[in-house]
């Protein structure tokens, strides 16, 4: 009888344990037909599935939409406020943000910046997302005229990322970077068709490539060997996992993955039984320092465990890559978490 019971405790252990490493998220997706196109949305809630996460989502993507009509958009703005979003999706009309950085700071970003101040407002611990989508296969032919840098399709790229990135920086979001993703899988291999037949929407491969980007960007977990293909071959599905896997983890701090938000960050706590214990400096190049001379344990915002050892009052942090992480910092029978950034 004791055995059985013991048995049970276990089994009770490691089915709470196995359901602590899910996560649900509920996001709102405001955007165009870039988004409304293969459903995205629906892709990333399958592939999260997959892993034995849950996506519940709402959407809002007529054809066309700016960040302007969004905001002049009675449905979007109803849509925000609705409940209290773990992220809100935001995707600019394609070609806008591609336009001279002065025709975006004066036509684009205050609607960006207006429109996190009201997913912000709605709920503190909300996290914008804007979605980076790509340059037209030949680049825009209807405005190069105008501004020649967008007439290849690498210059428009070029002008989107820098664009997506002034809109994350300028309110303190996140980037998912889809266009940069497409960029390095046109780049490995051009022969696998990202674009539907007018160069310009996704195919499946390509929205299949964007839902990974958005898995690994919202969940903060590796979409690598995920069983959901969407019709997808498996040849095409391993490589476009893994383009996706590189580009989102290669640049976590560029994206601002982890950086801002403090309220729900991965599956790392903060644990602060210690006030006295101090980092610095904050952010770090090569070392760390601290007051504490216990053990230490560094994470990604993945919440894996990058770096470790005793002795913690001083850290080389040389080996890490830049980003955000968490230093795990005790001192007698104290513990602190503290987020730094590696430059």
Known sequence: ???IFILFLLFISFAITSKAQFKKINALFLGNSYTYVNNLPQLIKDIALANGDTLLFDSNCPGGHTFNNHFNNATSISKINSQAWDCVVLQAQSQEPSFSPAQVEAQTLPYAIK????????????????????????????????????????????????????FADTTQSIMSPAGEAWRKSIAQNPSLELYSSDQSHPALEGSYLTACVFYETIFHKSVLTNTYTAGVSSINVSFLQQIAHDVVNDSLLVWNIGKYNTCNTTNINYISTNKNITLYPNPAQNMLYTNSNGVYKIYDVLGNICLSGNKSNSINIESLKSGVYFIELSCLNSTKKIKFVKE
């Not at 709920?123 to 989508?133: K, L, P, S």
Request: hydrophobic share 35%.
């Open 1 to 3: 009888m004791q055995k």
């Open 115 to 166: 429109l996190d101040s009201i997913i912000k407002h709605n709920n503190i611990c909300a996290e914008t997302v804007f979605f980076e989508t790509w340059g037209r296969k030949n680049g825009d032919a209807s405005n190069c005229a105008a501004y020649p840098p967008i007439c290849t399709y690498i210059g428009m790229q070029n002008r989107l990322r820098s664009s997506y990135k002034l």
